[in-house]
């Protein structure tokens, strides 16, 4: 059942509409496509800056062949930079410098990450993300890293969607 309220200028769309578009939309319709990514050789020097530059909260990882091999968030990066730590430092910030300059993003990247196929309805991508409180999911097309679907780009999607049909 489809039903539109008028309310003032506000169009509301129900429920069984909103279920039928998510499942007939595919997480390709909706990803960031060819993302930024991190290489296996980069350093977390390399990650702070992209993480800084371009106000993200996760990197995927990936190899030569553009394989999916990890991903790496901001608060990962934070905990290995101590506010503190059990010896003096006399300078702090020349400590994390050398630190996230002579580690690679290898040494803390999760290696074990849940990808979707960009065919998946959106609909199932969203109880995976919901399900398992993630804040990304890596999408992966033929062995490839293909993009990356966060909940706002879920929320995008519908706003768009939903203002570019009711207008």
């Not at 200028?9 to 509409?17: K, Q």
């Not at 909103?18 to 390399?46: A, F, G, Y």
């Not at 608060?75 to 910030?93: A, H, I, M």
């Not at 991508?125 to 409180?133: G, I, P």
Request: charged share 20%.
């Amino acid at each position: 059942m489809i039903t539109i309220i008028q309310l003032k200028n506000v169009r509301i769309l129900s429920c069984d509409l909103l279920k039928l578009i998510c499942h007939m939309v595919t997480v390709k319709q909706v990803m960031t496509s060819n993302p930024i990514t991190l290489n296996e050789s980069d350093t977390m020097e390399n990650a702070l800056t992209l993480f800084k530059k371009h106000n993200f909260h996760h990197l995927p990882v990936v190899n030569e062949a553009n394989s999916l091999i990890g991903i790496i968030s901001s608060s990962d990066l934070e905990r290995t930079l101590p506010g503190s730590t059990l010896f003096k430092v006399v300078n702090l910030e020349e400590y994390n410098s050398t630190v996230l300059q002579a580690n690679l993003v290898t040494q803390i990247m999760k290696k074990e990450v849940v990808s979707v196929d960009e065919d998946m309805p959106i609909e199932d991508a969203y109880v995976l993300l919901k399900k398992n409180q993630f804040r990304c999911l890596p999408v992966i097309s033929s062995n490839k890293l293909s993009g990356i679907l966060t909940s706002m780009d879920i929320l995008e999607y519908i706003f768009t969607h939903f203002n570019n049909k009711l207008n």
